[in-house]
């Protein structure tokens, strides 16, 4: 089985679309090795790729936000949008880690004091973690960056 959860872990849209599109296994190999891994509701609405019944399946949690948060992530006037705003919001409300590729998202993050985790080092984590072999993970990040090459440059 998996090694003791170290991580409580929101995920924005890029990096289950990336995931969704290569190998959706590795959500739950994610959760089961590495943390839970929670959902804003608002995000899913985003991502085609995945509908709540299989977040389920994964071991994805979905949140449905509370009115104060929806209504701080409205009124926000930055760059980011009311899902990236949203995101930041409750991993800052509930001490969850941010895994997003978005660069505006991660630097308010970094303004705001939230743990930050890119996609790719997510999988680096989850092999650390014995939940995935070398080879595997470098062919999902191989095919991450094969379509999605816009946050992904050169690897390896």
């Given at each position: 089985?998996?090694?003791?959860?170290?991580?409580?872990?929101?995920?924005?849209?890029?990096?289950?679309?990336?995931?969704?599109?290569c190998?959706?296994?590795?959500i739950k190999l994610i959760c089961t090795y590495v943390g839970q891994i929670y959902l804003a509701t608002p995000v899913l609405s985003e991502i085609n790729q995945i509908d709540e019944r299989t977040c389920v399946k994964l071991g994805i949690i979905l949140v449905e936000p509370e009115l104060e948060h929806v209504?701080?992530?409205?009124?926000?006037?930055?760059?980011?949008?009311?899902?990236?705003?949203?995101c930041l919001i409750l991993a800052k409300e509930y001490g969850w880690t941010c895994v997003t590729n978005d660069k505006p998202l991660r630097q308010k993050c970094k303004l705001e004091g939230v743990p930050?985790?890119?996609?790719?080092?997510l999988i680096c984590i989850l092999?650390?973690?014995?939940g995935l072999p070398?080879?595997?993970?470098?062919?999902?990040?191989?095919?991450?960056?094969?379509?999605?090459?816009?946050?992904?440059m050169e690897i390896l």
């Amino acid at each position: 089985m998996g090694t003791k959860k170290r991580h409580f872990l929101i995920l924005y849209a890029n990096i289950l679309i990336d995931f969704c599109k290569c190998d959706r296994t590795i959500i739950k190999l994610i959760c089961t090795y590495v943390g839970q891994i929670y959902l804003a509701t608002p995000v899913l609405s985003e991502i085609n790729q995945i509908d709540e019944r299989t977040c389920v399946k994964l071991g994805i949690i979905l949140v449905e936000p509370e009115l104060e948060h929806v209504m701080m992530a409205a009124v926000k006037k930055d760059p980011l949008s009311f899902q990236d705003n949203l995101c930041l919001i409750l991993a800052k409300e509930y001490g969850w880690t941010c895994v997003t590729n978005d660069k505006p998202l991660r630097q308010k993050c970094k303004l705001e004091g939230v743990p930050l985790i890119w996609g790719i080092e997510l999988i680096c984590i989850l092999v650390e973690s014995g939940g995935l072999p070398v080879e595997h993970a470098k062919d999902i990040i191989l095919e991450i960056q094969k379509i999605n090459p816009k946050y992904i440059m050169e690897i390896l």
